[in-house]
Every structure is written in structure tokens, then in C-alpha cells.
């Protein structure tokens, strides 16, 4: 899987979850500031969980699925409190959105990582 592929995927994960996970709001589109800060939280975790494998191909040779799955719990669970914490036009209202919201983004960012990791396993 190629990074574009999986920032695609990632983004959409995030902006998927943004919008359907209950104990996540949205906020109104009414409100100027607010427009796009969903678009903008998503770009942000997609792209950040997406370079994950290709930042640690380059920084080591040996990335492990451990670490793919260290890192993206890292990058999904801490950008979900953050907005539990400071409201960025998306907002974790529950502790219960904060985990669904998490689980299911690092889900998604470990399965494109994974792959990433694979393909390289099978093409050196």
C-alpha cells in the first residue's frame, strides 16, 4: 500500500468516525471559525498515522508491527484527548467517544501500516 493510499484511507477513517461515533461532536457550520476544523482534524491524524511506517523505515531499518502498533496508539488515543480537552471544532464530549474514536482510528492507521510493513517484507 503506498502512502497516498493510506493517507486516503486514514483520512477518511478520522473523518468517518468524526461524524458517526457517538460521544463525538461536530461543531456547527454556522459558526465561522468551525468551518473545516473537522476537514483540518482529520488531514492532520491522517497524515500523522500514514507516515508512521515511512518515518521509521527512514529513521532505522528494522520496523517491527510492534512498533507501527505503539506508535499509532500513541498518535490516535492522544489527537481524541486533545480534543477532549481543547475544542477544535470537533469535540470528544464523553470518555465513551474518546475510545471508540480512538480504537477505531488506530485500527485503521495500524492496518495501513501494516501493510506498508508487509509489502516492504515481501519486495526488499
Same mark, same amino acid.
Given at each position: 500500500?503506498?502512502?497516498?493510499?493510506?493517507?486516503?484511507?486514514?483520512?477518511?477513517?478520522?473523518? !468517518?468516525?468524526?461524524?458517526? &461515533?457517538?460521544?463525538?461532536?461536530?461543531?456547527?457550520? *454556522?459558526? +465561522?471559525?468551525?468551518? =473545516?476544523?473537522?476537514?483540518?482534524?482529520?488531514?492532520?491524524?491522517?497524515?500523522?498515522?500514514?507516515?508512521?511506517?515511512?518515518?521509521?523505515?527512514?529513521?532505522?531499518?528494522?520496523?517491527?508491527?510492534?512498533?507501527?502498533?505503539?506508535?499509532?496508539?500513541?498518535?490516535? !488515543?492522544?489527537?481524541?484527548? &486533545?480534543?477532549?480537552?481543547?475544542?477544535?471544532?470537533? *469535540?470528544? +464530549?464523553?470518555?465513551? =467517544?474518546?475510545?471508540?474514536?480512538?480504537?477505531?482510528?488506530?485500527?485503521?492507521?495500524?492496518?495501513?501500516?501494516?501493510?506498508?510493513?508487509?509489502?516492504?517484507?515481501?519486495?526488499?
Amino acid at each position: 500500500m503506498n502512502f497516498l493510499r493510506s493517507f486516503g484511507f486514514n483520512f477518511l477513517a478520522v473523518f !468517518f468516525i468524526n461524524r458517526m &461515533a457517538p460521544g463525538l461532536e461536530v461543531g456547527n457550520f *454556522q459558526n +465561522v471559525p468551525n468551518i =473545516g476544523a473537522d476537514l483540518l482534524f482529520s488531514l492532520v491524524v491522517g497524515l500523522l498515522n500514514a507516515s508512521v511506517f515511512p518515518l521509521l523505515f527512514i529513521m532505522e531499518r528494522n520496523p517491527t508491527p510492534r512498533k507501527l502498533a505503539i506508535i499509532t496508539f500513541l498518535i490516535s !488515543f492522544s489527537s481524541f484527548i &486533545a480534543i477532549a480537552i481543547l475544542p477544535f471544532g470537533v *469535540q470528544a +464530549v464523553t470518555i465513551f =467517544g474518546v475510545i471508540i474514536g480512538g480504537t477505531f482510528v488506530w485500527g485503521a492507521g495500524f492496518l495501513t501500516n501494516y501493510l506498508e510493513w508487509r509489502q516492504d517484507i515481501k519486495n526488499p
